[in-house]
């Protein structure tokens, strides 16, 4: 791992974030005291305690075991989340019949406890559990609950943007042993700071471009291909620029505003439950999310002509510094 300096304050809902493999699980077994850095210190409350025992940190530490439920059976613990929804014993049994023979947990391991389990085991367990989304979010939304009445500081690890969007205070995204980016959830989605952090967050639209402020202080970025955008950031240079497709307005009429405004085909669309994701051509290609709402016609089908605008403020600048890091440019 490189350098880093990461300040988790007190009370504080903190995650680290990252892939397989960029080091968070090294970096929480250095706080809890379980594997001993090669340099820097690690404070807690004024102390520090890099040479202190795990015992001497004070720190409750819950490892990587795979949250099954120790006090469960096989069965029990993928049957949880079911349970927990007031589903039907038959579709219990049928999810839980097809789930172990897909991944080869059936027969007599289904009457086990976690703890008559392999690793390997305990790992195909926990996918079967985690393949119901309901019983991930409620477990995540019972951790923040626990938070909450404890006013502890909470450093949770993961690789799931998702799952700590609904918990975090704030976020350390992780890559290759470094921190890229520290900020709210918010932050990190409205203004990640390299093509990396716009990429882990599931932002669509990244494009390269050129910048110039105007006179009006906004800043004019020419895309390519005749398309230029207003940003609220300011900066003179080359650019990434990332745009957020949920900032993104659509419409089958024209907007009032004059500003970033164009008109485009759409490309394909996907109905993906609560949205639909267009992708259009307005000289470049772009992807928008679109909600859904019930009564909504057939608005944004293939081949229509539609209408968007990108607000100034959504977006957002990232250039290159002097050292090869990324910088991100905020309104």
């Known amino acids: 791992m490189t350098n880093m300096c990461l300040t988790i304050n007190e009370g504080e809902y903190f995650v680290i974030l990252g892939p397989t493999g960029c080091g968070k699980t090294v970096l929480i077994e250095c706080l809890v005291g379980i594997r001993r850095p090669d340099s820097g210190e690690i404070w807690i409350d004024n102390q520090n305690v890099r040479d202190k025992y795990p015992e001497e940190r004070h720190i409750g530490y819950l490892p990587q075991d795979f949250a099954l439920f120790p006090n469960m059976?096989?069965?029990?613990?993928?049957?949880?989340g079911l349970k927990a929804r007031k589903k039907s014993k038959k579709h219990i049994q049928t999810v839980i019949d097809m789930l172990s023979g897909s991944l080869n947990i059936s027969g007599g391991l289904l009457s086990r406890y976690p703890q008559g389990l392999s690793g390997g085991e305990k790992q195909r367990v926990a996918l079967a559990r985690a393949l119901d989304e309901n019983t991930r979010e409620k477990l995540a939304s019972e951790l923040r609950n626990i938070h909450d009445r404890f006013q502890t500081a909470f450093v949770h690890i993961s690789h799931n943007f998702e799952e700590v969007a609904q918990v975090a205070d704030r976020v350390a995204l992780m890559k290759t042993g470094s921190v890229e980016q520290i900020g709210t959830v918010n932050e990190i989605l409205k203004h990640p700071v390299s093509r990396y952090a716009a990429e882990f967050t599931r932002t669509k639209n990244i494009f390269e471009g050129t910048s110039d402020v105007l006179e009006n202080g906004q800043t004019a970025v020419c895309l390519g291909n005749g398309i230029s955008?207003?940003?609220?950031?300011?900066?003179?240079?080359k650019v990434l620029v990332t745009i957020?497709?949920?900032?993104?307005?659509?419409s089958d009429k024209p907007f009032t505003m004059s500003e970033?405004?164009?008109k485009?085909?759409?490309?394909?669309?996907?109905?993906?439950?609560?949205?639909?994701r267009i992708d259009i051509d307005i000289g470049i290609l772009i992807s928008a999310y679109m909600p859904n709402h019930p009564g909504d016609g057939n608005f944004g089908k293939n081949n229509e002509i539609?209408?968007?605008?990108?607000?100034?403020?959504?977006?957002?600048?990232?250039?290159?510094?002097s050292s090869g890091c990324a910088e991100g440019y905020a309104p």
């Open 73 to 80: 059976t096989v069965t029990e613990n993928i049957a949880f």
């Open 229 to 237: 955008l207003n940003s609220c950031a300011t900066y003179t240079g």
């Open 244 to 250: 957020r497709p949920e900032a993104i307005c659509v």
């Open 260 to 262: 970033n405004m164009f």
């Open 264 to 276: 485009g085909r759409v490309l394909k669309n996907w109905n993906m439950g609560i949205f639909t």
């Open 306 to 321: 539609i209408f968007v605008h990108i607000p100034p403020d959504s977006v957002n600048l990232i250039a290159p510094s």
